[in-house]
């Protein structure tokens, strides 16, 4: 039998964890033919997460357990979670059910086709404002843009992935870490699957706008130099103007004997090349910050106990 991991990273989800694990267990009693283990990455919980989780581990046959020193934040818990898969395959799903598992039979079934990344695609965003399904949108769209490899729009980190997928997530070691990103770098046969996406089963959202983006800023810097280039050729194109601009006041000094404009003109000029300047120092600021914490070379994140299944059902 193939052995299927569900990888779970979590985060203060004590609320959830219940539900969660019987939503698992009612659909991978309709799956037979296949062996499953639940891989929960405990991501630096302050609630009684872990705790939970040890008593699943216990009691249940098919739940692992990762527990990380600390909160490092989704990205390292996934990386953590690919460096300890057992199985075949491994589908990634929050543990806030917004990604519903009833859809895992579906990813099942197109991976046996020979899809080796089956990715759900949201059709709808229920319980989101209409600002952060606006601006999420939007950013797909840029990044789309911008980036050398396709992208897929509006999907998450829901999705199956054959052990191939795996196996070249685990050797990208980058500390700032996108791995959205990263499921569009590696390539390999793709499938996409639409559905509507739930409202958070219990607990709160652990994002807020600023985490989204950082995150945003995360994912574009990682993917494409583009901003590198705007800010080259934005001072091209200034500097262009500004030369041009040089000539017609002395044109127009000698000719016509009209005298340089003063005060408000030259302090809307400065104001406004000091403005483009600190804008192009900030786009090489994340790249620079980029390069810094890549030269440190730590670990991306460490392990504090790893609780194995004690028998994968």
Request: neutral net charge; hydrophobic residues 45%; contains cysteine.
């Amino acid at each position: 039998m193939k052995l299927i991991t569900i990888l779970i990273p979590a985060y203060n989800e004590e609320e959830v964890l219940p539900l969660l694990i019987q939503r698992l267990d009612e659909v991978t009693a309709t799956l037979p033919t296949y062996s499953f283990e639940y891989l929960f990455i405990n991501d630096g919980s302050k609630d009684r997460t872990f705790e939970l989780l040890c008593e699943f581990n216990a009691a249940h046959p098919s739940v692992s357990v990762v527990n990380l020193s600390r909160n490092f934040g989704k990205e390292a818990a996934m990386l953590a979670g690919f460096d300890y898969i057992k199985g075949d395959a491994v589908v990634i799903i929050d543990a806030d059910l917004q990604d519903p598992p009833e859809l895992i039979p579906d990813m099942l079934a197109y991976w046996e086709e020979g899809y080796e990344d089956v990715f759900a695609k949201r059709k709808s965003r229920d319980g989101e404002t209409f600002f952060k399904k606006w601006s999420s949108g939007r950013y797909y769209r840029i990044l789309e843009k911008l980036s050398d490899v396709p992208v897929q729009r509006d999907t998450g980190d829901f999705r199956l992935l054959d052990r191939k997928c795996i196996t070249a997530l685990q050797s990208l070691r980058e500390s700032k870490r996108y791995t959205k990103g990263m499921f569009s770098w590696i390539g390999f046969r793709k499938k996409e699957i639409l559905f509507d996406r739930d409202a958070r089963a219990a607990g709160d959202t652990k994002w807020n706008y600023l985490k989204l983006f950082n995150l945003a800023l995360d994912g574009i810097t990682s993917a494409t130099i583009a901003p590198l280039r705007f800010a080259s050729w934005s001072g091209i194109g200034i500097s262009i103007l500004a030369f041009l601009y040089i000539i017609f006041i002395v044109v127009r000094t000698i000719l016509y004997g009209e005298p340089v404009a003063g005060y408000p003109s030259m302090m809307a000029v400065i104001l406004f090349l000091g403005g483009v300047q600190l804008l192009s120092l900030g786009i090489i600021g994340e790249y620079l910050g980029k390069i810094f914490f890549e030269t440190k070379k730590r670990p991306v994140y460490f392990l504090d106990v790893y609780l194995p299944a004690n028998r994968v059902k």
